[in-house]
């Protein structure tokens, strides 16, 4: 019975993670983990700065549908 609950759990897990990643809900985690993510300052970014970031990133662009 233990062995079927630690697989359900570890199945749970891989999923929660496969479906933060698919939404992009884990997009800071990643950025911290990834190597030179400092801004021009030699900082890194706090979590609401990289979502206000993100965000400007997004919309700053030209949008054109025809």
Aim: glycine share 6%; proline share 2%; aromatic share 12%.
């Amino acid at each position: 019975m233990q062995l079927v609950a630690k697989i359900a759990v570890r199945s749970m897990r891989r999923f929660w993670r496969g479906l933060r990643e698919w939404c992009g809900d884990s997009a800071y985690e990643r950025y911290l983990r990834a190597s030179g993510s400092q801004d021009a300052d030699g900082r890194k970014l706090s979590a609401k700065e990289f979502y206000l970031e993100q965000i400007n990133r997004r919309y700053s662009r030209p949008n054109r549908c025809c």
